[in-house]
């Protein structure tokens, strides 16, 4: 199905919100003492709701922090922006998630991760998700969300609830290559896949989702599979959306890359809400790249998501890519 405008209600996003802690140095690790700045906010689905309610549409977030200053550094920014908080848990036993990252000479990226034993990973089906979800509108799952044990339950009630109601959902693979998902996390992402209006994927994903070699082949099959709309994100090549009644590429912008992350994330959250508040593809996709392009100008992982007025002023203001 289309996707389902803004005014069936609020696209909800599950999964890990964290804190990220970023070494200002290039090099390896974490093995000797060094300077760090941080914490910001962070999480791929934090990330995704962050940009999707900065733009204007309307944003809803299910999730857990801790009660501590980390939490809190989330929840005032999701609020700031304009998300509904009313679905995340506040924990009261486990910290805030965190992930501290270092950039190497050659792009590649070193992690710590506490997700799994943090706050992050404890929410679940509390009478507040399900009155948010009750008169939400659209649900995007992050496939990193998937690695959490309590999240495969939440997605699939949500997803449930919001079809029911004439709501529609989407999906950014959003796979690490390093992470092998067991059999039975395949197999929700295969099940996520096949229900899914909208799909997201950047690189390989195209093909891992579609289960098929090759862009044009991996699209048909996507097409085929009932998928209305497949948007391939091409890092600094800009991205391509395929429908039925074709593609429509947009370039990308020039811009002076000082940290990638986020980029696909507020890409996406960019782009859902320009289609949810009734805009072309060709519309949504120029604020998508805006979107992923002007976070990528910022150190930090969401600092440089944009509101409508200063994503059309670096659409004004920037080259793109001929
Ligand atoms: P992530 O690394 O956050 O998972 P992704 O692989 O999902 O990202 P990308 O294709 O890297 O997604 O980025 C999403 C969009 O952001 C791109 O389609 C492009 O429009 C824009 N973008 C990303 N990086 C750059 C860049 N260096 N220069 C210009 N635009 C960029
Ligand atoms: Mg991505």
């Known amino acids: 199905m289309e996707l389902a405008p ?60 801790g009660d501590d200053d980390f939490g809190r550094v989330n929840l005032d920014r999701l609020m700031r922006d304009g998300v509904d908080v009313s679905g995340i848990a506040v924990d009261p036993m486990m910290p805030t998630g965190s992930a501290f990252v270092r950039y190497r000479a050659d792009g590649s990226r070193d992690f710590v991760y506490n997700i799994a034993t943090s706050a992050a990973a404890r929410f679940g089906w509390t009478a507040a998700v399900a009155s948010l979800v009750a008169r939400a509108g659209h649900l995007h799952v992050m496939g990193s969300a998937l690695s959490m044990p309590n999240a495969w339950g939440v997605i699939e009630r949500a997803a449930e609830v919001i079809k029911a109601r004439g709501g529609s959902l989407s999906l950014d693979p959003n796979l690490r290559k390093e992470l092998r998902y067991d059999d039975a996390t395949e197999a929700q992402f295969a099940r996520l896949v096949a229900m899914s209006d909208l799909l997201l994927p950047s690189g390989e994903e195209l ?63 960019a782009y859902l809400a320009s289609r949810r508040l009734g805009m072309t593809v060709a519309e949504a996709l120029t604020y998508g790249c805006a979107a992923g392009a002007r976070n990528v100008t910022v150190r930090g992982p969401m600092e440089g998501a944009g509101t409508r007025a200063e994503l059309d002023d670096f659409i004004r203001t920037t080259k793109r890519r001929v």
């Open 207 to 269: 093909e891992r989702a579609a289960g098929v070699a090759g862009e044009a082949a991996a699209v048909a099959r996507l097409l085929d599979m009932g998928l209305t709309e497949i948007v391939l994100k091409r890092g600094a090549e800009g991205a391509t959306c395929f429908r039925r009644d074709g593609r429509t590429d947009a370039a990308a912008f020039v811009v002076n890359e000082v940290d990638p992350t986020g980029a696909g994330d507020c890409f996406g959250g």
């Open 6 to 65: 803004d005014s069936l209600g609020p696209t909800v996003c599950v999964g890990e919100i964290l804190v990220e802690i970023v070494a200002t140095t290039i090099g390896d690790g974490f093995r000797e003492a060094q300077p760090l700045v941080g914490p910001y906010p962070s999480g791929a689905p934090a990330i995704f709701i962050d940009q999707c309610g900065r733009i204007g549409g309307a944003a809803a977030m299910i999730g857990a922090v």
